[in-house]
């Protein structure tokens, strides 16, 4: 006499197809929509480093205005910069007066190429992005520090700050 339930027995829950097959359509649409629904800037400024002694600590670089977050929505940093064959150390924060707030960021960035045996290559990016979960909405202020591979030659960085970006990796 048979015993027990089988390995290879048929499974007898076939309505639950239909219903996964639906979940899933609407979740790639609640995908979509929030995707198309877009992010809005709040900060782009273009920041110059100054030439440093080697060995000289970054001195930090603090933007004039203040940075208006409306809601709690989740935050996109992305620099940007005209680095060729070396790298770049970007550490921010952003710093709310009301009640102390502070939420810090680092940013490496890094671009490499050249040819080898006649052949092209590169490595890295010259741009840079990373997400900070919802802030409390507020006036933020914003101080950045950048390090150098190369701190005797000036460097420039673009730096973005956008809210309710999508962040495509949590789908």
Same mark, same amino acid.
Do not use: C, M
């Given at each position: 006499d048979p015993q +027990?339930?089988?390995p290879?027995? *048929?499974? *007898?829950?076939? !309505?639950?197809y239909p219903l996964w097959f639906a979940f899933t359509a609407a979740l790639i649409v609640i995908a979509i929509v929030l995707g198309m629904r877009g992010s809005k800037k709040v900060f782009e400024k273009t920041f110059k480093m100054g030439a440093a002694a080697p060995g000289a600590e970054p001195v930090p670089i603090f933007?004039?205005?203040?940075?208006?977050?409306? $809601?709690?929505?989740?935050?996109?940093?992305t620099a940007t910069t005209s680095l060729q064959n070396s790298w770049m150390h970007i550490s921010g924060q952003l710093f709310r007066d009301e009640d102390g #707030? #502070?939420?810090?960021?680092?940013? *490496?960035?890094?671009?490499? $190429?050249? &040819? @080898? +045996?006649?052949? $092209? !290559? /590169?490595e890295g990016s010259k741009t840079a992005s990373m997400y900070l979960s919802a802030l409390p909405p507020g006036k933020?202020? #914003?101080?950045? /520090?950048? @390090? $150098?591979?190369?701190?005797?030659? *000036?460097? /420039?960085? &673009? #730096?973005?700050?956008?809210e309710g970006a999508f962040h495509w990796t949590n789908f």
């Open positions: +027990g339930v089988a290879n027995q *048929p499974f *007898p829950h076939k !309505w639950i933007a004039d205005e203040e940075i208006p977050f409306e $809601s709690r929505r989740n935050v996109r940093i #707030l #502070l939420q810090t960021f680092e940013l *490496p960035v890094e671009y490499y $190429s050249g &040819t @080898d +045996g006649g052949e $092209s !290559w /590169s933020y202020k #914003l101080g950045v /520090s950048a @390090d $150098s591979e190369k701190p005797q030659a *000036p460097e /420039s960085f &673009t #730096l973005r700050i956008d």
